[in-house]
């Protein structure tokens, strides 16, 4: 998800809404005038790894925990009546945890029977010992019509008022088939119990065109906040940002360098060294892979994406949304702006990369990932990545896919890193470069079927139509082999019809292995050409298929992966060399600072936020081949959102540049136990309360 980049979203809940729960299992309205109290239908419940308590209380499920480590699935299923949540925006699931062990929960809902990725929402929780809570998953639903009110009205947005936020992959709310809840523990005593309620909907939704009627306008401030909302850290005017600029000097003042243990690169003083090469490589020790900084020293890279950067919004044709004095303008960058606010208009930008800096260190990242504000690259005070955008060639339908055939391909590539290398190919502080970003692979061999509808004079279907003519000698040979019919190879075709010939998708998969292989080599060719003592850190997965991983594999030095998702434990790709993984891009998004969208994973508050950074950067130091994550993103989306509509609650910092609290502690937590943690991994997260002494044990 590049600064800027379009992609897709997901939400969140309060604490009033733990308090709504008593009600819940009588049924909660949308809406003042929405649906009366309906009792939700009664589930099929399953469980299995622990045993259920008979007799147990109505609407609940009581669980006896087997053993101080387990896991256990509790599926409630809706095999005739189907539940109806299309009134609410969460689903929820009560629980009670009666052990001494923290519960690591994943609570799953799907509205089908047989498609239980793309119709399913979910959210990972951490539930302390003892406590009695609402578990609220936010169920994403599909894009609202151009022609919607709220579109209208307020703009192409991912996330509205009143608890809408669309997404590729959601549920139908008034169709819920299974809920699932997954719990793990490590720690409880044999016999201590565990109860869960029966699933219910929480909290409002609705998309009312004559909500709109009680929105006042303009809807931001001059800072770009809501008007109509408060939220810890929501700045009254500019004189207010005037103020933290001295708190932020103080910080600068009192950071010299990374934190105590760290080398001057961020790595790890506490392992022994290894060999210094003045750059950044990685090496695999006693089957764990690291990068090895400058100096030898173990490193693993925890970074922010767009380090001291933020994107705009579009002011004309919603001219109303924003107050009078900026209605003349196309679009604004709130942030940006704020921040000039903060600082002497004279050196803003160098009193901001101070700042950004000094927060980063202080905080305990040691890395300014791609799109970083160039003042922090040319800084030498920490590590960076950068990226290179090679333009999209445009393979018929796929309008983000680079063709490796093109000659427009190879110039962009050529000129890109030569340009980059001028400025960064004698750095040490540059920790690898990344080449593109969430190209659009697709699954199977559908790339290379599109690259057959192409135009003709597309380089990709040309080359395709060469490997065609070696491997068929003939066109008799070809349509013998496809069943097919063509009256030359030039117009050859994707087969159509549902008895698909054999040889051809051997044709069409060999192809793809080739055409993939073809990107990565050129990549890495250039790499080594411009940038031959740094590392090729690949094209940022977030599509994939195994073809194209192992192409990868073959020929970068790190591949990256953009892992927007709940954990990583046991994450995969195929690779055909062994080679370590980093998470280019993840967060998780709440809307508990001003903002109506979370992200594409998402918390139910800012708690929630917090333990998921713990529980998905403790799952990532565990995993032997993850050698880093980068969180997505520096500053807080605004309200009105970016250019393509994106309005998520994921940044480090608002968009007033005030630190997120919770969530910059939650980074520091990790990164104080950062490397002990990788050296010695253990089952629970970071940051988790140690289980409970045996009984009699002082």
Partial sequence: ????????????????????????????????????????????????????????????????????????????????????????????????????????????????????????????????????????????????????AFVRRLGDLYAFPWGHQSHWRHLDAAAIVRVTVEVTWHGARSGQTLRLKHPVGLAEYSVDPARLDTLAFPLVDELGQDCGKTWPGKAEDAAELRADAGQ????????????????????????????????????????RWWFVDPEGHLFWSLGINGAGTSSTTRVKGREHLFPKAVRDREELDH?????????????????????????MLSWGFNTAGAWSMDDMTASRRIPYSLIVHVGYQHIAENKKIADPYSAEFKNDLENNLASLAALHGNSPWLLGVFIDNELDWRGGTELVAQILRSS????????????????????????????????????????????????????L?????????????????????????????????????????????????????????????????????????????FHFGTRDYGVWGVGLTWAADSRNQADLVHAYLSDALRHPQIVGAHWFQWSGQAVTGR????????????????????????????????????????????????????????
């Fill in 335 to 359: 942030y940006t702006d704020n921040v000039k606010a903060k600082h002497d208009p004279a050196n803003w930008r160098g009193d901001h990369a101070e700042v950004s800096i000094a927060r």
């Fill in 456 to 507: 003709p004079r597309t380089p990709a279907r040309q080359a395709l139509v060469a490997f065609l003519r070696q491997r068929h000698p003939t066109l008799a040979a070809l349509n013998q082999a496809w069943g097919s019919e063509f009256d030359s190879f030039e117009n050859v075709r994707p087969h159509s019809g549902p008895d698909v010939p054999g040889a051809y998708l051997k044709d």
């Fill in 509 to 585: 998969e060999d192809f793809l292995a080739l055409y993939v292989d073809t990107y990565f080599a050129a990549c890495a060719r250039a790499m080594d050409k411009h940038f031959p003592r740094h590392l090729y850190l690949g094209c940022r997965f977030h599509v994939w298929n195994p073809v194209v991983t192992a192409a990868a594999s073959r020929h970068c030095d790190v591949v990256s992966v953009n892992a927007y998702r709940y954990g990583v434990a046991g994450f995969s790709i195929h690779t055909v060399v062994d080679k370590p993984i980093l998470i280019g891009e």
């Fill in 1 to 148: 998800m590049p600064l800027p980049r379009p992609t897709t979203a997901r939400p969140l809940c309060g604490l009033a809404f733990v308090l709504c729960l008593v009600l819940a299992g009588k049924g909660a309205s949308s809406s003042p005038a929405g649906p009366g109290p309906s009792a939700p239908p009664a589930p099929s419940v399953k469980v299995t790894g622990a045993e259920q308590i008979k007799h147990g209380v109505e609407g609940a499920v009581d669980l006896t925990l087997p053993g101080t480590v387990g896991r256990a699935v509790i599926e409630f299923s809706y095999p005739g009546e189907v539940l109806d949540l299309s009134a609410f925006r969460d689903l929820a699931v009560q629980v009670q945890n009666g052990s001494d062990a923290e519960l690591d929960v994943l609570v799953s809902g799907t509205s089908s029977r047989k498609d239980d990725y793309t119709k399913r929402v979910e959210t990972r929780f951490l539930v302390r010992p003892g406590e009695h809570t609402a578990l609220h998953v936010f169920m994403v639903r599909p894009a609202l019509p151009k022609d919607h």
């Fill in 248 to 287: 932020d000097q103080a910080l600068v003042a009192a950071t010299k360098g990374p934190r105590a243990g760290r080398s001057r690169f961020g790595g790890d003083l506490g392992s022994p060294p290894r060999a210094a090469t003045g750059f950044f490589r990685v090496e695999k020790i006693d089957g």
């Fill in 643 to 698: 250019y393509d509509g994106e309005n998520f609650g994921v940044g480090l910092v608002s968009i007033v540049d005030r630190p997120v609290v919770s969530l910059v502690e939650a980074f520091t937590a990790v990164s104080d136990e950062l490397y002990d943690y990788r050296r010695s991994p253990r089952p629970t997260r970071i940051g988790s309360p140690p289980p409970p002494r045996p009984a009699g044990e002082k």
